[in-house]
């Protein structure tokens, strides 16, 4: 196990199952501008290579992705992970986005980004970025933490990212670097590779517009796993908050990429709710289900039923106060752990939706509100704030899952747009 005080404070959880872990190479490459072309030939052979490797990980090591929670910028960091990981064995993670020039810029602090307890497997680090260069060395210093893939953002509509980063969603206009980008991730990485996008920008909205990015970047590159957010977005000044509501879902642009792509997975993200949403999209053809706000709103009653509903494992005997027991240990051994940060009110931020719905809820947020001003240890904020809880809810078990939508997913599959023509092998050489 890597000594690093990220992994070090993690020892006193209880982990998942032991596994072996691969020493995730340090493979060199010369892969940066100047020698970032390869011929067709090899991109197909790398194509193969990486579904035989993918294939191969997902079958020996961890669950299928079948469900995973959304990379979110702010939310799911490591205090969010640890929680998750209490309640979900099974769950796929995903950190918060990263830029490749902070993973650069930061190489003497690097624990700080990227370091994560061995029970938080499997989990996937997603980067952002558009200089090849910084995002080859990033890979390589990523390595040494072992994720188990590596994620490229082609969806943020953030101004910061899109706007004056010129990365995330903005990407999505410009195929071929997400493909040298993802070529590059590729051979600076021994784990697989995916790309996270929307279904459009702007007036680039098409269907076709849609599946000449996904077939270009996984022609031109090792890229056999796309995460869709089913809503375009929007990049003439309305936040990121707005993105997430105002385009309408088209989840009949997910299910029509299943159809045209038969050789890649997808997997579906944007407006899924509850676990009934989960297995109702897979039912109708969905490879995998990313769910992101309502994983992190609400942990308790979505993650507590991924590993029985989703993964077929029996249905969790486990109780809120079991797990506000074991996210103590863990919160108060990494408070201060980097100066002042975290502080205890970073380490509770993922817990403010834990007890949602229930009785008590309100009167727990504001004892939350008053303790975070003068509490100091994670034990001393729940002595003080849990008193506004009942014991039959701290003590009582996951309960039946919330109903959601099933059918929009059938509907959706009923509006499919016609079939994609790819774009002539000339072009593709070309683009």
């Known amino acids: 196990m890597m000594k690093s005080a990220g992994h070090i404070l993690f020892a006193s959880l209880t982990p998942l199952p032991s596994v072996t872990l691969k020493n995730h190479g340090r493979l060199s490459s010369n892969l940066v501008h100047g020698n970032i072309t390869k011929s067709r030939k090899l991109h197909h052979y790398h194509q193969k290579c990486q579904f035989h490797k993918d294939s191969i990980m997902v079958a020996t090591r961890y669950p ?8 979110m910028m702010e939310y799911t960091d490591n205090h969010y992970r640890t929680l ?49 260069e910084n995002i080859a060395k990033a890979t390589q210093l990523a390595n040494s ?29 410009d ?3 997400v493909a040298n980008a993802m070529s590059v991730i590729a051979a600076n990485t021994d ?21 000449d990015f996904i077939y270009k970047v996984s022609s031109l590159s090792p890229t056999k796993h796309f995460i869709i957010h089913s809503r375009k977005a929007l990049l ?27 050789d890649l997975r997808f997997t579906i993200n944007g407006g899924i709710n509850t676990i009934d949403e989960v297995n109702a999209a897979r039912s109708e053809g969905a490879h995998g289900v990313m769910v992101g706000r ?8 979505l993650l507590g039923h991924v590993d029985s509903a989703i993964y077929g494992a029996p249905l969790s005997s486990l109780t809120r106060r079991q797990v506000i027991e074991k996210y103590q240990v863990y919160g108060d051994s990494v408070l201060g752990l980097y100066g002042p940060k975290p502080n205890v009110r970073e380490v509770i931020k993922p817990l403010l939706g834990f007890f949602h719905s229930e009785p008590g809820n309100g009167l727990w947020k504001r004892k939350a509100d008053a303790a975070f001003l003068h509490s100091t240890t994670v034990k001393s904020f729940f002595e003080e704030t849990l008193v506004a809880i009942p014991d039959s809810v701290l003590d009582s ?33 070309y683009a």
């Not at 385009?247 to 299943?258: D, F, R, S, T």
């Open 64 to 71: 299928p992705p079948w469900f995973s929670v959304a990379p």
């Open 236 to 262: 003439n000044g309305i936040s990121p908050k707005e993105n997430r509501s105002i385009p309408p879902l088209k989840y009949e642009y997910y299910y029509a990429l299943v159809r045209d792509f038969p």
């Open 84 to 132: 998750a990981r209490l309640i979900s064995r099974h769950a796929w993670l995903y950190t918060e986005m990263i830029a490749a020039e902070t993973i650069v810029f930061q190489k003497g602090n690097l624990d700080r980004f990227l370091a994560f307890g061995p029970e938080q497997h499997p989990i996937v680090l997603q980067i952002g970025g558009s200089d090849l």
């Open 145 to 173: 933490y072992g994720y188990d893939e590596i994620n490229f953002n082609c969806g943020c509509p953030s101004p910061k990212v899109a706007g004056k980063g010129c990365f995330g969603v903005r990407l999505m206009l």
């Open 294 to 301: 309502a994983a992190y709103n609400n942990p308790w009653n």
């Open 397 to 429: 078990p996951i309960t039946e899952a919330s109903i959601g939508f099933p059918d929009v997913f059938a509907d959706s599959k009923s509006r499919l747009p016609s079939p994609y023509t790819a774009v002539r092998e000339e072009e593709l050489l």
């Open 191 to 211: 784990v697989p590779v995916s790309v996270k996008c929307r279904i459009g920008v702007d007036n680039q909205d098409s269907y076709n517009e849609l599946c």
């Open 175 to 177: 195929p071929k670097f």
